[in-house]
């Protein structure tokens, strides 16, 4: 299957900073990417589709303007959260999408203070 | 729509059985299943296929009732490295291409005690 990476794999963050997180897809060119965003104990709920050289489809309910996504690359995908907030904390994962399954990202886990 | 998923958790002793299930209200064109453990991220087990087409592991076997949208996970001769939450996601009928997604149920914890 193919390697997905994510960086940071943690990160901490003051209230009303910017994150990036990125995907990378190292050994598979992924023309769509997943971002999933899942709390303590809870299931992985879809954020946004990310098409490689297109705007993202942003899931009822999330904020495209504070989560910013993009795919410039068939390798890349990032994903930033804008002036965020504690209740923005949150584990982070990416999956491309392969020919039957996803492929996920070891996930980002994020936490503002 | 989110699958739902039963038992919530299930506690099991090394070599015995479980079995996970998933529903759907909605016609489903696939479902698959994934293993998370704590802090790390979710491992593709199997996907099956509306019309009978299954990929995935040899030591995992499923089933697909289509005619119900259910499917079934059976863990046989269970192992301690088995622990950990078991996600089933859907894909429903109507998806495919730029509509692609998968819906992710709310989990089963297992957990395999020596």
């Known amino acids: 299957g193919a390697v997905v990476s994510q960086h940071p794999s943690w990160v901490i963050c003051k209230s009303g900073t910017s994150v990036k997180i990125e995907c990378r897809s190292l050994?598979?060119?992924?023309?769509?990417m997943f971002w999933y965003r899942q709390f303590p104990k809870q299931s992985l709920m879809l954020m946004a589709t990310?098409?490689?050289?297109?705007?993202?489809?942003?899931e009822q309910g999330v904020e495209k303007d504070k989560f910013l996504i993009n795919h410039a690359s068939l390798t890349l995908s990032t994903l930033t959260v804008t002036s965020a907030h504690p209740e923005d904390s949150s584990f982070y994962i990416c999956?491309?999408?392969?020919?039957?399954?996803?492929?996920f990202g070891p996930g980002t886990r994020l936490t503002v203070t | 729509q989110q699958p739902v998923q039963s038992p919530q958790a299930v506690i099991l002793r090394e070599g015995e059985d479980a079995v996970i299930n998933c529903s759907s209200s909605?016609?489903?064109?696939?479902v698959h299943w994934y293993r998370q453990k704590h802090g790390e991220a979710p491992v593709f087990l199997m996907i099956?296929?509306?019309?009978?087409e299954q990929k995935g592991h040899e030591k995992i076997s499923a089933s697909f009732n289509e005619k119900k949208q259910q499917s079934s996970l059976y863990l046989t001769a269970s192992q301690l490295s088995y622990s950990g939450t078991y996600f089933c996601?859907?894909?429903?009928?109507?998806?495919?291409?730029?509509?692609?997604?998968?819906?992710f149920g709310k989990g089963t914890l297992l957990t395999v005690n020596p």
């Open positions: 999956s491309v999408r392969g020919p039957y399954e996803q492929y």
């Open positions: 050994d598979f060119q992924a023309t769509t």
């Open positions: 990310s098409n490689e050289g297109s705007k993202a489809t942003y």
């Open positions: 909605k016609a489903l064109y696939s």
């Open positions: 099956l296929l509306k019309g009978g």
């Open positions: 996601g859907t894909e429903m009928e109507n998806s495919g291409g730029s509509n692609y997604k998968l819906t």
